[in-house]
C-alpha cells in the first residue's frame, strides 16, 4: 500500500522548501552578477549609459536570433521581444468589458494570431461557432481591422508616439453599445420657457 506523502507535508515545510529554492536563485543571480562585473564596467550613474552597456547588446542579440530562426518580419520581432507589453494591453480592455475569466486566453489567442497575420499573411478570423468559445473574445477585439489598429497603437504608443492608441480608444469607445442610464426612458423632455423676464409671454 502507497504512504500518501502529502500527509506528512506541512505548511512550514513546504515553506521552508520555497524558501530554500529563491535562495538558490538568487544567490546563482547574484554570482552571475559578480563574474559580469569583473568581466565588463556597468555603469550604475547613469541610465542611458546603463542601457547602452548592459541592455542593448543583449537586445541587439535577441533581435539577430529572431530575425534569423524566426523571421526578418519589424512586427514579428516586435511581437516576440515585447509580447508581454502587448498583451497586456489587449488583456486589460477583454477584462474591462468580458471580466477576468478567462482573459488570458483571449489575449493570448489574439498575440498568436497576430504572429500569423505578420508571418503568413493569415487574416485574424475566429471561430464562433465551434464547440468550444471560451477563449475568444466576445465584446472586443473580435474583427481583424480593429485587432490591427489597436495593435499598431500599442506600438507606436510604446516608441512615445500616443497618436494612433488614442485613436484606437476614440474607435473603440464608439463602437461600444451606449448604455442608458437609469430612468432616462421616463424622463419629460425639456420645455421650452416661452415667457419674457416679467412673466408675460413673447
Not at 110 to 129: G, S, T
Not at 139 to 150: N, P
Amino acid at each position: 500500500m502507497k504512504k500518501d506523502i502529502t500527509k506528512d507535508i506541512t505548511k512550514e515545510k513546504l515553506k521552508t522548501v520555497l524558501t530554500g529554492m529563491f535562495g538558490i536563485i538568487e544567490k546563482e543571480n547574484a554570482d552571475l552578477y559578480k563574474s559580469l562585473k569583473e568581466k565588463i564596467n556597468i555603469p550604475t550613474h547613469d541610465p542611458e549609459a546603463f542601457y547602452y552597456s548592459l541592455l542593448y547588446p543583449f537586445e541587439t542579440l535577441v533581435s539577430g536570433l529572431i530575425n534569423v530562426e524566426i523571421s526578418n518580419n519589424d512586427d514579428v520581432e516586435f511581437i516576440y521581444k515585447h509580447s508581454q507589453f502587448v498583451e497586456r494591453h489587449f488583456q486589460r480592455f477583454i477584462e474591462n468589458l468580458e471580466g477576468s475569466a478567462c482573459c488570458a486566453d483571449k489575449s493570448g489567442i489574439i498575440i498568436r494570431r497576430l504572429v500569423k497575420w505578420f508571418l503568413k499573411n493569415e487574416k485574424i478570423e475566429f471561430d464562433y461557432a465551434q464547440e468550444y468559445t471560451y477563449h475568444l473574445p466576445k465584446k472586443i477585439f473580435k474583427t481583424h481591422d480593429e485587432i490591427i489598429q489597436f495593435y499598431q497603437g500599442v506600438k507606436s504608443l510604446y516608441y512615445g508616439n500616443p497618436i494612433k492608441y488614442m485613436q484606437a480608444l476614440i474607435d473603440m469607445k464608439l463602437k461600444q453599445p451606449q448604455t442608458k442610464t437609469k430612468g432616462a426612458e421616463n424622463a419629460r423632455p425639456t420645455q421650452k420657457n416661452d415667457t419674457g423676464r416679467n412673466g408675460e409671454k413673447d
